[in-house]
């Protein structure tokens, strides 16, 4: 069993910066991947990236390819989502979400269905 809880999110200026976290509880957080989805108003949640477990591979949806960076430290049972040069429409209820256990090392998944574990969520604001 995982808990992950998410912090960082804000309200910030277009073209901004912002620092999510994601702190997870448990055993074994190393044998998860990790992903960051969003959930803008109005709309669907949808993926926005993800770390493999081993590390080493990472997928971005191409809406932030370029200005966001999925990260993670597994010796502090986090993971992080860097946002750089925020746009309006990343306006959106962020999640944080540990894969089920089982997949391979370099896999990135993007469905929400490999992910068993969620948070709570955290809003990020981006003003024009």
């Known amino acids: 069993q995982v808990e992950v809880v998410e912090s960082g999110g804000g309200l910030v200026q277009a073209g901004g910066s912002l620092r999510l976290s994601c702190a997870a509880s448990?055993?074994?957080?190393?044998?998860?991947?990790m992903a960051w989805f969003r959930q803008r108003p109005g709309k669907e949640r949808e993926f926005v990236a993800s770390?493999?477990?081993?590390?080493?591979?990472?997928y971005y949806v191409d809406s932030v390819k370029g200005r966001v960076t999925i990260s993670r430290d597994n010796a502090k049972k986090s993971a992080y989502l860097q946002m750089n040069s925020l746009k309006p429409e990343d306006t959106a209820v962020y999640y944080c979400?540990?894969?089920?256990?089982?997949?391979?090392?370099?896999?990135?998944?993007?469905?929400?269905?490999?992910?068993?574990?969620w948070g709570q969520g955290t809003q990020v604001t981006v003003s024009s």
């Open positions: 979400a540990a894969s089920r256990e089982g997949l391979s090392a370099s896999f990135t998944p993007v469905r929400q269905y490999d992910y068993a574990y």
């Open positions: 770390i493999s477990w081993g590390g080493g591979s990472t």
């Open positions: 448990g055993r074994s957080f190393s044998w998860y991947a």
